[in-house]
DNA sequence: ATCGGTATCTTGACGTCGTCAAGATTTATT
DNA sequence: AATAAATCTTGACGACGTCAAGATACCGAT
């Protein structure tokens, strides 16, 4: 037979990449079919393989989910990284800048973001996965203390990160910014600020986002009292 | 037999009131197994009846979560109203009770909350569900306008609910009031912040919420300008 | 070059799920 | 009392995730 699948060519009986196929169906189907008709066995289909299959790579549904959600949290990291770098470039806002990608980046793979925040079983105690979400909250960290009316320049504070935010004296200021960016995408993602768009648009949406939302935000941060 | 169900007495036949006890039962499971371990027939098995006995009710399975979601928005809106009128009682601020009511509501039932916003598919057509969802979205607006530095007493404002949003001068600040509380809530309850919760605790968490967050967000409004 | 071990994938099956069609039973209407 | 409507059961269907056992291909040691 040798047919051959969506993504990658089945030579014999075995695949060759069959864990880098099956995150590619995965993606697929939750681009084409939401969350919601997601399926294990309907990745293995596109993947030309048996069902049961892609035990042998992720052990279960969740195993996949979480290389998923792992992809979706380095997605949010390396677009926000990137925006902020582009920003300091063009001389505009970092946090305005990261702010947008969170939110463009959630918009141009809703399943993928679903996964991540979706609560559907994954499993957390995966080393990558943990890595990654550890990461992209850093960076969130990094520019709201960047933009913050006090510590400029500390650096080493930023390395600190697993290590007790408890008493972090800037903890309220860095939730917020996750709280607003995270919350906005959210209930945009799910349609929950849908019956706007019906006369303003998703791009108006958008817009007021980065230049009201985000700004109101800024204002509140840099008014925050550092002895607070 | 005449055997009894865990919530309604099985007399014959006919249940009674199956309705409300499929209701019961959904929210019985969403409390024990969560939103992952919901099943039709579980709940079906719950309330004594057969597994297509729900259909006669709620037609199907999205249906039954559509009923649970319109009771999660009237939950939320009964909370906030009854935290605003008790916050206007003590002297304290509306907004924050609000807040507090939100988040409060959402953590004492996750599973309600998460059939909500969870995106699990519900009948955005439903009357009941759309009217308690825009008596919810109507509530946070109200709050958000009296915080404001303006429009004081325009309470024909209020009343405009459905008809174009698009051009309000307001919206960002309700947007951002809403995404603030809807954030930190999706955050705390998917078990995004559970680092932090290690070393402060959820009630640090709570308190961080209410004393620092929404007074962040309060200013935020306040100094917001009118003629923006 | 071959052989044995191991990784990879298939086959077949199990229990559970949501849903449907058809029939049984109770309540309501006239 | 007879007929209509509402309510619930039975039985079945396809799809799902997962497991055990077997088939096939790769790979390093000899």
Redesign the interface.
Known sequence: MTRAGAKAVRAGYHHGDLRQALIDAAEAVLAEK???GFTLRECARRAGVSPAAPAHHFGNLTGLLTAIATLGFDGLSGAMDAAAEAATQAGGSRLRAIGEAYLATALARPGRF?VV?????LN?EDPDFKQASARAFSILVRETRAELPQDQGEDDLFSRL?P???GDPD???I??V???????T??L?????D??AG??GRE?LLK??SE??VV??I???R??DPS?
Chains 1, 2 share one sequence.
């Open positions: 939401g969350v919601g679903r925040f979706g609560q559907m079983g957390g697993p007790s935010f408890a903890l309220a200021e939730l917020l996750w709280s607003v960016t995270h919350g906005f959210t209930l993602l799910d349609g929950q600020l019956f706007l006369t303003a108006a007021l986002h009201r939302l109101l935000l204002s509140a941060l008014s925050s607070a």
